[in-house]
């Protein structure tokens, strides 16, 4: 059993998210198809599932339609079409959810975000590979700064380094508040969820976190210590989540303005 903070958790709208052994998420199910509704060209994946009616879910990763194994395909297009509006107008909700997250080209000037704020990046020459973060830029020395994948590496590497070195430890600064075994703690790059405990007492979390505010990465952080305790979601884990992190049901709702990061 495994407990995970999920983009369904916030707004309900996401299965869970399958992996490999390695702990990496599998590749989408189901078939890719396409419809036009009112006019407008719409991807989508099919799933056939068990189930005794046609389901619809909308997230960052665009339609997902579930349904029986016996429902034609001429069917479910049919449903579509009748919730044509409320498809488009859904997709064009999460789309207006996206932000920026990472540069489109890994140049001066592009903008990138670092602990809740959006620095400007700044790619100068040296011999020596180094990257500083203050107020206003994330300055990159390199010795190759034209070459966009290489700095683009550099600096992933970089921010995943951050991650480890910044919020790795507030793992074990709030476990050693509710219990006296030390977890094990590693960093993910899931694209549907900011961190998981299972009953191991594994905690992941994703390496993306370095890029949230450090209360909204607290507040995640203490959820899934939580489940240290409480594998589950009952009345006694949110408490127990409150304790750890006072104001945690506003984190929660704050946390929703984020979730583009993980599907950056």
Not at 116 to 128: C, M
Request: charged fraction near 30%.
């Amino acid at each position: 059993m495994t407990a995970r903070m999920r983009l369904r958790d916030l707004f309900g709208t996401r299965t869970r998210e399958e992996r490999t052994p390695d702990g990496d998420p599998r590749p989408p199910e189901g078939q890719a198809r396409r419809i036009m509704l009112a006019g407008a060209s719409v991807d989508y994946r099919l799933v056939r599932a068990r189930r005794r009616s046609i389901g619809m879910q909308i997230d960052f990763s665009g339609l997902t339609v579930r349904a029986p194994r016996w429902v034609p395909l001429r069917e479910i297009d049919e449903v579509l079409s009748k919730r044509g509006s409320w498809i488009l107008r859904s997709l064009d909700e999460w789309r207006a959810r996206r932000r920026h997250v990472m540069p489109r080209e890994w140049k001066t000037g592009a903008a990138i975000l670092y602990r809740g704020r959006e620095l400007a990046l700044v790619v100068r020459p040296s011999p020596e590979r180094a990257i500083e973060a203050d107020l206003i830029n994330l300055t990159v020395a390199y010795p190759v700064p034209h070459d966009e994948r290489e700095v683009e590496v550099f600096v992933t590497r970089w921010l995943r380094d951050e991650a480890e070195r910044l919020v790795l430890p507030r793992v074990l600064d709030y476990a050693s508040r509710v219990t006296d075994v030390v977890p094990t703690v590693r960093l993910s790059k899931a694209r549907s969820e900011w961190g998981s405990c299972d009953q191991y007492g594994v905690i992941r979390l994703n390496w993306r976190l370095i890029q949230l505010p450090p209360e909204l990465v607290d507040y995640i952080v203490a959820h899934e210590v939580a489940h240290l305790v409480h594998l589950n979601h009952s009345t006694r884990f949110w408490s127990l989540v409150e304790r750890l992190h006072p104001g945690s049901s506003r984190a929660r709702q704050t946390l929703d303005d984020w979730t583009a990061l993980l599907d950056a």
